[in-house]
DNA sequence: CCATTAATTAGATTATTATCTAATTAGATG
DNA sequence: CATCTAATTAGATAATAATCTAATTAATGG
């Protein structure tokens, strides 16, 4: 999935009449001048709409005779809107865990260390809680970016104060790998290209 | 569910930096400093869109000492992706069917009455058929809502030309009534703000 | 070939909005 | 109280887009 098919669909159907018009195609296939009549708009602003929703596929059309009959596309409908909920459940902390059925003994760890918010509270001295920590910072990464050091500092810093010993620590462990001071994830994340 | 707040949420989503917002919030909370780093711009621009993530309820925040965290609510984001499948198959002809497990007699009659494209081919003469279609017809209007008679007409008229008649039969079967000539249906229909 | 009807395209207008800089507010801390 | 940092607000600019009227294209039917 590209960002910019999501974001289009997104666009597309936050306005008014396009999901008006959605609604109205709900029921089965009309033409362009009963949608025109219904809405109460012009002839080439239902055209206008129209070939919007046709950019993103989500209605298609069939002529007949002389008149134009448009029709949803639900499967695309489907797609699209169940990307953005599958993303935040796929990629989310906990359900993660759940999907992963990561055992219990993990998540009490995590849920140790970490405040409500999502902040850390101490580094973890015992190597093996201290590797689980360090993978979970590693697994909200992106895989396939690249961070410049300041970046990854910065974004260190909104879990703990000391970034740099993490950033060491995520060396260290291998989690990350550094070139030119532009450290960068092993590939394990799904939704790289959108962050 | 009012039509304007499942368009705002569209609109919203319907941006690259917000879309990218949420596929960072979706790993954990994250403070303003840390989103403008992240995705480079300005912590006014960040203001800018979380506010508008906030106005829809995608994103709350809580201040811990002087930083703001944000994090997202994914039921809001799960509500209403699914409003639009959601309204699709339960409005669409063919599923409505199927749900309320409509006998195959039902069935039958409205594919012989209609062509693909929703069009009548004929009024049925038989009174029961003729109900089956003037209850389907009722059943494609939106509850609550008032239609002015040219409105009526026009949308009759993507199902048959002779409006006229139908739009009597309509009043006759009790399935409208009318009002100064306002017609308006019996409430049957979810989603009647929509259209 | 001409007339009709439906749909699209072109072009103009108006409204919305994403982003920036500069100024302001709000807390925290020395 | 003075200072620092984070966040928001104000205001400006430039880009996008919804809608309309007028013109054009496409297909049908006499």
């Known amino acids: 999935m590209q960002v910019e098919k999501l974001v289009a669909f997104h666009k597309t159907i936050g306005d008014v009449t396009r999901i008006r018009i959605i609604s109205i195609l709900a029921n089965g296939p009309k033409h362009g001048q009963a949608l025109a009549g219904i809405l109460k708009l012009t002839a080439p602003t239902i055209s206008h709409h129209l070939s919007k929703l046709k950019d993103i596929n989500l209605v298609k059309d069939r002529r007949e005779k002389n008149t134009v009959y448009y029709f949803l596309n639900e499967d695309v409908l489907k797609h699209y809107s169940s990307a953005l909920p599958k993303m935040v459940s796929t990629k989310g902390d906990s359900n993660k865990m759940d999907n992963q059925k990561l055992n219990l003994e993990h998540k009490k760890i995590l849920e140790n260390f970490y405040t409500p918010d999502g902040r850390l509270k101490t580094i973890p001295a015992q190597r093996k809680k201290k590797m689980i920590i360090l993978h979970h ?42 070139e030119n001071s532009i450290y960068e994830l092993n590939p394990r994340e799904m939704w790289a290209d959108i962050v």
């Open 137 to 178: 910072i590693g697994s909200l990464l992106e895989k396939g970016r690249k961070y410049p050091e300041k970046e990854l500092n910065e974004f260190i810093q909104s879990f703990h104060d000391d970034y740099a010993t993490i950033r060491r620590e995520l060396i260290i462990g291998s989690i990350m790998y550094r």
